[in-house]
């Protein structure tokens, strides 16, 4: 099993571009969701999709854009980055909508912006 | 507003000592817990849940105690080891969401 698959590892922007943050799992799990952490922090949650065609804005999400067109994929967008989106950025799946037990994270995407 | 944090941002240990990392939270409403651990360059690992109608679970060399009355979560670990070393989160899940707190940094001595 894959499990929970980010692309890319390692990501250096320059402010303005933009990119997409590839998320994709293969355990069938409805519920996804991106993560963001930064030094000395926990976690921050940025959106979150409880199934196909849905999804739904965290704690920071501005800056930021989500689809979920498939249960399998949730890429990440940001349209125009800016420094302060320096972070490693994570996303995890799991099978029903009581995230924890079920949890899988990814390795994470380390991404620069300069 | 509502938060959930670590009393201590590291915490040292020997080998095969037991190790006890706190959490407080502030949501009174929270009825669901749950420790991670982050070993470095990778992704959150679940390690152990707990509900908030239960004051103690246990699992394979760890145990999470619960205080409602003064919003207190426990993780503990038995007989540490080098592979402990990592740093552990609490998170509060509700509504589809976890909140993490900043996490504690384990390091376990040889």
């Known amino acids: 099993n894959a499990g929970v698959t980010q692309t890319p590892k390692f990501q250096v922007l320059k402010t303005g571009q933009s990119m997409t943050l590839q998320c994709a799992q293969d355990m069938n799990h409805e519920y996804m969701s991106w993560y963001r952490q930064d030094p000395g922090m926990g976690l921050r949650l940025i959106h979150y999709?409880?199934?196909?065609?849905?999804?739904d804005q965290g704690e920071v999400p501005n800056g930021y854009n989500v689809s979920r067109s498939t249960t399998e994929d949730f890429p990440l967008r940001l349209l125009s980055a800016a420094p302060s989106q320096t972070s490693v950025y994570f996303c995890?799946?799991?099978?029903?909508?009581?995230?924890?037990?079920?949890?899988?994270f990814g390795q994470g995407t380390r991404l620069t912006v300069v | 507003g509502e938060s959930v944090g670590l009393h201590l941002p590291t915490l040292s240990v020997q080998e095969g000592d037991n190790s006890i990392i706190n959490c407080a939270y502030s949501n009174s409403a929270s009825d669901y817990f749950i420790w991670y651990k982050q070993e470095s360059g990778k992704g959150p690992q679940f390690i152990i849940d707990?509900?908030?109608?239960?004051d103690k679970r246990q699992g394979q060399r760890v145990t999470v105690l619960l205080n409602k009355t003064v919003k207190h979560l426990s993780l503990q670990i038995a007989a540490t080891q080098p592979g402990d070393s990592a740093v552990y989160f609490c998170?509060?899940?509700?509504?589809?969401?976890?909140?993490f707190g900043k996490g504690t940094l384990l390091t376990v001595n040889p």
């Open positions: 707990i509900r908030s109608n239960m």
């Open positions: 999709s409880v199934g196909a065609g849905i999804t």
């Open positions: 998170a509060d899940c509700s509504n589809y969401k976890l909140t």
């Open positions: 995890a799946s799991s099978y029903s909508q009581r995230v924890g037990t079920e949890a899988f």
